[in-house]
């Protein structure tokens, strides 16, 4: 009995240990599948998250980097030429990619102007100032054209809100939809420019701004909203600061600085501070002995004292 009592012991002992060790074999193989299902868990949300930032680099790289669209209408020597009356001289919009066009010669006697501008430049709004009432009387009287160029050299310096090429946009909005506002819109810019530093205007007040300038809400609102020719604007600004620009009779290999002023393809070197008589004895040197004898279609312009 002692011998079948001890066998049957140690058979018992036998089957606990092969039921351990079943039991521990299940577990081991239960823990090695957790382990596989969270590593793969594991490797498919980093990859997920791979997917996830890559879409958003891919998403920030499209919205800064955007093809350039076409130019706006009425601007294709990357500027707009205003004449008698005030009106813009009408040309197609410029296609994307293209180089800009070499505005058109004015009639005998009549002064070519041309401005690069930054509407954030404080010297441009000096030069505004002082000048424009001259070149007003200019255009008024039919003596001359200016033609405005709007670039944005000075866009990373308005507290974050890209000013420079928001005004600019702006303006390029104005010139493709109501170009007949586009010489009052241009000073009153000037009139309102902000310094420096500061945020400038908001959306909202350039579009008043064109409101009271002459042109229609719903033409403008969308398109200064949406800046839809601020890449058309950085390339213009790329074109005058590497260059050559669009002017007649000069060649122009880039611009240093804004503003930079032509009359009649001649560079007005000029002085500061300004002096409007300045700038008016340089239109009657540039414009030659026809503009100051032929009648038609302009008077002699007087520099003012």
């Known amino acids: 009995m002692n011998d079948q009592h001890a066998h049957h012991d140690r058979a018992t002992k036998n089957q606990r240990r092969a039921e351990a060790r079943e039991k521990a074999r299940q577990l081991r193989a239960e823990q090695q599948k957790k382990e596989r299902r969270n590593t793969l868990l594991l490797q498919g949300g980093v990859a997920l998250a791979a997917v996830a930032i890559i879409a958003v680099i891919a998403l920030v790289i499209i919205n800064s980097v955007r093809p350039v669209g076409p130019g706006p209408r009425n601007m294709a020597s990357d500027g707009i030429r205003i004449g008698e009356g005030f009106a813009a001289v009408a040309t197609p919009a410029l296609p994307a990619g293209d180089d800009p066009v070499v505005s058109e010669a004015n009639p005998a006697g009549v002064v070519d102007i041309q401005i690069v501008v ?67 819109f241009n000073a009153a810019l000037f009139a309102e420019q902000p310094e420096e530093g500061t945020p400038g205007l908001d959306d909202a007040r350039l579009i008043e701004l064109a409101v009271e300038s002459g042109s229609s809400r719903g033409a403008v609102e969308e398109c200064i909203q949406d800046r839809t020719f601020a890449s058309w604007v950085r390339a213009a600004t790329d074109r005058a600061l590497s260059g050559p620009l ?60």
């Open 118 to 184: 930054d509407y954030l430049c404080p010297i441009c709004g000096e030069f505004e100032a002082t000048n424009g009432p001259f070149i007003e009387t200019l255009i008024e009287s039919g003596a001359a054209t200016v033609e405005y160029r709007p670039i944005a050299i000075l866009t990373s310096r308005s507290a974050g809100t890209e000013y420079s090429l928001r005004a600019a946009n702006a303006a390029a909005c104005v010139a493709d939809r109501t170009p007949s506002a586009f010489f009052a």
């Open 246 to 305: 669009a002017i007649r009779d000069v060649a122009v290999d880039r611009i240093e600085g804004t503003p930079t002023i032509f009359v009649n393809g001649q560079r007005f070197e000029y002085r500061y501070p300004f002096e409007q008589e300045d700038f008016a004895q340089f239109v009657l040197q540039a414009a030659g002995d026809e503009f100051s004898t032929n009648p038609t279609p302009s008077p002699t312009p007087t520099p003012s004292p």
